[in-house]
């Protein structure tokens, strides 16, 4: 079956904004500055300060954004990181890159977000910091996780890779813990067009750290403070992003009045569980994920009808064969194994027609 929606197109948002990526990619080859130039300088300031915080450091990916902002609190080996299986394995992949030892936690069913519940009850002698994930673009309850990493000295670091522009009780993504980790990876809410990260902070000395650990561990021109690594954001990307950035919270907006159609055209189909947002949330709709007892089958029915859908994601990271080191077995984490198996994403992106909705939330609702 030839595909009639697919689960995500990059090019609406590329024909919108064509004229404008291509004077910023012809304004940078031309400058001949092409690594820690004026570009990325320019961008920091603005991400900074579309968050309203002091600080911005572009890194190359979101990976390393969460890695670094780990490493910037001084977390490694002997640490445990409090974090979640129901999210890209990269979440997990960069605690260990720290050296730290990653405790994987459940999440709540409600936001698939990290259940602090969960997260109390992980917290050892050893752990260093918390690092929720603010999956699908709805926050994690930040007011619970604040108040116990407060009470237990913990850091809490976001990992914000899925929510640019995500708000908990009015507070941006990433401004709530220490350190917020952002991805720009193509498909994500502000993307560029390559791999590129950002990790935000207010404060100066993580931020120092933080832009030493990105280039060697380098103070000045060749004296290094520590071993750092090779993870900067290039002009080409800097410069995509920045034409990018202020188009963001309309674009948000636009996921969210798709998501709304979705809503009103499902809400009546009591076999598929829709995305709840929590009162004190705002949520972006980086994807839009529903439940389902027989997903399988309902993906394969959209499948027949020429409709691309994805599962986020259908492996947990602690049964992956990668992580069986953890030790955690079948069963460990129930809420996590159940999401894995009941949800699937729908597609949802900027230049995601009425139509085309309606033709996924018809078939969805006549295959649920
Ligand atoms: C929740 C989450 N964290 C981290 C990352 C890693 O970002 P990147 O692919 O830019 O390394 C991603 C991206 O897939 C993500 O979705």
Redesign the pocket.
Known sequence: MDTRVPFNDLKPVQSLLGEALEAAVRRVLASGWYVLGPELAAFETEFAAWHGVRHAVGVA????A?ELALRALGAGPGDEVITVSH??V??VC?VERTGATPVLVDVDPATFTMDPVAAAAAISPRTRALVP?H?YGHPADMTALADLAARHHLALVE?C??AHGARWNGRLAGTMGQLGAF???PTKNLGAYG?A?AVITDDPQLAERLRRLRNYGQRDRYHHEEPGQNSRLDEMQAALLRVRLPHLAAHNAERRRLAGLYAERLERCAALGLPSSLPEAEHVFHLYVVRHGRRDELKEALAARGIQTLIHYPVPVHLQPAWAHLGLLPGALPETERAAREILSLPLYVGLTNADLALVADAAGACA
């Open positions: 990916n979101g990976t390393d969460v999210t890209a990269a979440t960069a994930v999956l990992d890779a899925q991805s720009f990876y791999d990260g």
